[in-house]
């Protein structure tokens, strides 16, 4: 098993950046794949990114050039870089990984963009 814990949320205006963080409980290097997701109110959740065991990083088309995941497997740490954001990247972002057959998911972290 293996917790997640997301934090680096809040508000900001449009434009702004933020850095989301996700620290696993135990090496990120065993990961088949880590994920950040998103979930808007009335919305259904949807990847933001994905990064996969060969160094492979999806991205949905609407953060693409605005958003970058990175990881530092020395601090089991997980990055979400976003920059020039706007009002529809409000939402409640989650950390995932898939480990020995089964998805994990930590608590969360809200992002609001709004002047």
């Known amino acids: 098993q293996v917790q997640l814990v997301e934090s680096g949320g809040g508000l900001v205006q449009p434009g702004g950046s933020l850095r989301l963080s996700c620290v696993a409980s135990?090496?990120?290097?065993?990961?088949?794949?880590l994920g950040w997701y998103r979930q808007a109110p009335g919305k259904q959740r949807e990847l933001v990114a994905r990064?996969?065991?060969?160094?492979?990083?999806n991205y949905v088309d609407s953060v693409k050039g605005r958003f970058t995941m990175s990881r530092d497997d020395a601090k089991n740490t997980v990055f979400l870089q976003m920059s020039s954001l706007k009002p529809e990247d409000t939402a409640h972002y989650y950390c995932?990984?898939?480990?020995?057959?089964?998805?994990?998911w930590g608590q969360g972290t809200q992002v609001t963009v709004s002047s």
């Open positions: 135990r090496s990120i290097s065993s990961f088949i794949t």
């Open positions: 990064l996969t065991r060969d160094g492979r990083i």
């Open positions: 995932q990984v898939f480990l020995g057959g089964a998805d994990y």
